[in-house]
């Protein structure tokens, strides 16, 4: 919101001359995805946009909850890799899981939770379900009791793609980067923000 105070020279009262609540501005969500794609933190965008960071939050969450999945066609060819972050403090590790569709470089499923079986499955689950043609990972163990010996690989410059991916992901969104101070304190955020990132 934005108020413009005026103070009364004689009784030193104050009132509010003009209300302005910015967060309703027709392209304010519009902004708000601009930034976030950016890699503009939470407290950067509210203040440039001049809203309270409560309202941001709230707006990122509902503009999130808009997206869907994209569809996933039949038969194509995909990389699979996961990205290690934090959550609330630098001791609660999370892992993101994400696919790319090798030949339109698109992310068509993505996961957060811990370096498990069932966070990797969420992901390639996806994949099996759209007749995937081929998988490429690296070599973390847990994906040869998961994917299909046919149709998994681990072959050399097979997860390029994804790999040039992750170091895009890291330079745009702080929270992503190995060095810094930046960590997402909430994991409804962090989802929000890889939906409007991975999928607008």
Known sequence: ????????????????????????????????????KEGLGIRSTARILEISTTTLLKRIVSIAGNIHQPSISKGKTY??????????????????VYALEKDSKNVVSFNVGKR?????????????????????????????????????????FGTNHIERKNLTLRTHLKRLNRRTICFSKSLVIFMAVLKIYFWI
């Open 79 to 96: 990389e699979v890799d996961e990205m290690c972050t934090y959550i609330s403090n630098k001791r609660n590790f999370i892992w993101v």
């Open 116 to 156: 498990t079986n069932k966070t990797l499955s969420r992901v390639l689950d996806t994949l099996k379900l759209s007749d995937a043609k081929k998988i490429f990972t690296d070599r973390l163990k847990n994906y040869r009791y998961l994917i299909d010996e046919k149709l998994h690989s681990v072959k050399r």
């Open 1 to 36: 919101m934005k108020l413009d105070i005026v103070i009364c020279k004689q009784c030193r009262k104050t009132r509010v001359e003009k209300y302005i609540y910015q967060a309703y501005k027709s392209d304010m969500d519009k902004n708000i995805i601009q930034f976030t």
